[in-house]
């Protein structure tokens, strides 16, 4: 392998050989219908922000996933939306650091690799496929964002350099678990006008938590593949309804630093990406449930 491209992702030549080596045994051992991919990511050739290679805005992430829909449910696969929440995460360190961090929706584990890498202090993961949370965790092992049950599929990698707390849990959005993130993050949540409705109510419901506790006001971060715009519009209407202030900064979240490389459907798909950050209303004095 090249020297350039071991020292660009700070890898040594052994890290490297057992990298393949655990890699290769994992692909050997895995079930047939899944695979394994890296992706890599750097700061943009050409941004001038404080970001800097070597600073934790390079490196690679690896991911198990489902080759078809039929294996695992939709949150074994690869989907742009997350991707762009992760370079979101990865370009504003200084946001996610130290800050404790609840994901909706974790799926693969891409934005969950990315907030144990920009130093967050507590990161939950949530899903309510048993499946996909099983395979969340065996994908933030071998990228050493937890302690590894199998060292043969434990990959090299920018393993995260202090103490965190790591959960991944199997939640369901009328059940949460009991939690009081500073940050709320979720990708490609709304693709179902059915869920739009539990969603808006648990996002309500952790935000009032949160803002109870902090003297500063929560956020929640949601990244959105737009496919049906009447769905979009209905998450704005109940969002409004539930007393949420939503904005849109989609167009900062395409100029961030840091760009996952040569990945053509994430290229492809992101000017139709959305990023929508949400806090809430400044007279917001209750919270009261529907019946």
């Known amino acids: 392998m090249h020297k350039a491209y071991l020292s660009r992702w700070k890898c040594t030549p052994a890290e490297t050989h057992k990298s393949i080596s655990c890699w290769l045994q994992g692909l050997a051992s895995s079930a047939e219908g899944w695979c394994y991919k890296t992706y890599a990511y750097d700061v943009s050739t050409g941004f001038t922000h404080d970001l800097q290679?070597?600073?934790?805005?390079?490196?690679?992430?690896?991911?198990?996933?489902?080759?078809?829909?039929?294996?695992?449910?939709?949150?074994?696969?690869?989907w742009e939306a997350g991707f762009?929440?992760?370079?979101?995460?990865?370009?504003?360190?200084?946001?996610?650091?130290?800050?404790?961090?609840?994901?909706?929706?974790?799926?693969?584990?891409?934005?969950?690799?990315?907030?144990?890498?920009?130093?967050?202090?507590?990161?939950?993961?949530?899903?309510g496929n048993g499946v996909a949370v099983?395979?969340?965790?065996?994908?933030?092992?071998?990228n050493n964002c937890i302690p590894p049950q199998h060292c043969a599929t434990q990959l090299a990698g920018n393993a995260s350099q202090e103490t965190q707390d790591v959960q991944v849990m199997q939640m369901q959005w009328e059940s949460p678990c009991e939690a009081q993130p500073d940050l709320i993050l979720a990708?490609?949540?709304?693709?179902?006008?059915?869920?739009?409705?539990?969603?808006?109510?648990?996002?309500?419901?952790?935000?009032?938590?949160?803002?109870?506790?902090?003297?500063?006001k929560p956020t929640a971060f949601i990244a959105t593949t737009l496919r049906n715009e009447e769905t979009l519009r209905?998450?704005?209407?109940?969002?409004?309804?539930?007393?949420?202030?939503?904005?849109?900064?989609?167009?900062?979240?395409?100029?961030?630093?840091?760009?996952?490389?040569?990945?053509?459907?994430?290229?492809?798909q992101r000017n139709n990406l959305f990023l929508h950050k949400i806090v809430l209303c400044d007279d917001f004095t209750s919270l009261t449930i529907p019946a």
């Open 187 to 216: 990708a490609d949540v709304l693709y179902d006008p059915a869920t739009i409705v539990p969603l808006v109510l648990l996002l309500r419901q952790f935000l009032y938590n949160a803002d109870a506790k902090h003297t500063y």
């Open 84 to 127: 762009f929440l992760a370079e979101f995460v990865l370009s504003q360190p200084d946001i996610f650091k130290g800050s404790s961090c609840l994901e909706l929706g974790c799926g693969a584990g891409v934005v969950g690799v990315a907030l144990c890498r920009s130093g967050a202090a507590k990161v939950q993961l949530t899903d």
């Open 53 to 78: 290679r070597g600073g934790g805005q390079s490196g690679l992430i690896t991911l198990k996933l489902a080759t078809n829909l039929f294996e695992g449910g939709t949150g074994c696969h690869e």
């Open 234 to 268: 209905q998450f704005l209407y109940e969002a409004e309804g539930s007393q949420l202030i939503v904005d849109d900064v989609s167009s900062e979240a395409r100029q961030m630093g840091v760009k996952f490389q040569h990945y053509t459907p994430l290229e492809t």
């Open 134 to 142: 099983d395979n969340c965790k065996h994908n933030l092992e071998i």
